[in-house]
């Protein structure tokens, strides 16, 4: 996980960058962008320099005004690029696993590069933290192409680094689990329908950094180094199923603990790109809906 992007479109306008930012397609950083960086985001392989960042240390306000159905007990939030649920804790190493399924929605692709991405992760929610141990699934459309990808992150490795199926095929089943013991994660994610697209790989990370005070349950609109990626349409929810988080030696589902419901909207906060149903009944699941791109 990179660190958060907290300018926004408007901020490269003021530097005349916003037609650039336009032109590639993404939501700037507010850094000075070069030629030689326009050409790279253009000439790049697949997915090459792709990172997530940290979702909730670029907070979006909920517009005036903004209503919603809110999970019981649950704070409705906003953000630039997450959408779906986290559970917090003050307490440091708190979250110790978690885990959850979903099948790879389909992404419908137009000759623009949009990218979305489902995952399951510990410890990015907090802004106390810049760390992320996360693993899941990536669907981008590329030159008009739909690619799918497994993929796990330790930071500050970006998931391009860590693209290990490139065999997954929109419907898949999957299922990704991250546990920590001590300063250990292990990250794990298993295709149940494709073959070639499990991994399992155990990671370190000191205390210090890796505080682990949140779990998360996420769809994603990575970014590259320049900005935030436009979400890719995916026209059926998003729907993550037996999520679960073990925090403070409890095990439990997502309303067991503190929760946010998290918003994704646009850059200027004027309007939604992905929105999170209500948990459901036994609080172990929801879906995210697609709305917009950016």
């Not at 392989?45 to 649950?74: Q, S, Y």
């Not at 000759?111 to 699934?137: F, K, N």
């Not at 199923?241 to 998290?262: E, M, R, Y």
């Amino acid at each position: 996980m990179r660190r958060p992007l907290k300018a926004t479109v408007v901020a490269m306008a003021v530097l005349g960058l916003a037609s650039l930012a336009i032109a590639l397609g993404v939501e700037g950083t507010g850094r000075a962008v070069h030629s030689r960086d326009a050409y790279a985001a253009r000439a790049t392989a697949a997915l090459r320099g792709v990172g997530h960042e940290t979702g909730l240390d670029i907070r979006a306000p909920l517009p005036k005004g903004f209503a919603r159905p809110t999970t019981a007990n649950a704070t409705l939030t906003g953000s630039y690029n997450w959408a779906g649920y986290a559970d917090t804790s003050s307490t440091a190493q708190f979250f110790t696993k978690v885990t959850a399924k979903w099948k790879v929605p389909a992404i419908t692709c137009t000759p623009e590069d949009r990218v979305m991405s489902d995952w399951v992760g510990l410890d990015g929610a907090t802004t106390s933290t810049t760390t992320v141990e996360q693993t899941g699934t990536l669907g981008q459309c590329y030159e008009g192409t739909a690619k799918y990808w497994t993929w796990y992150e330790m930071y500050p490795a970006t998931p391009a680094s860590n693209l290990v199926g490139t065999t997954v095929k929109a419907g898949d089943t999957i299922t990704a689990t991250v546990l920590r013991s001590g300063t250990s994660y292990k990250l794990t994610i298993v295709d149940a329908t494709t073959a070639g697209n499990n991994v399992t790989v155990t990671k370190t990370c000191t205390l210090a950094k890796c505080v682990d005070k949140s779990a998360e349950w996420v769809v994603e609109r990575p970014a590259f180094s320049i900005g935030i990626t436009p979400l890719a349409q995916f026209k059926t929810a998003s729907h993550f199923s037996a999520a679960k988080a073990t925090g403070g030696g409890k095990s439990g589902v997502i309303s067991t603990f503190p929760d946010l419901q998290i918003e994704m909207f646009d850059a200027e906060g004027n309007y939604v790109l992905g929105t999170p149903s209500v948990l459901n009944a036994t609080g172990n699941g929801f879906g995210v809906t697609w709305k917009n791109s950016y």
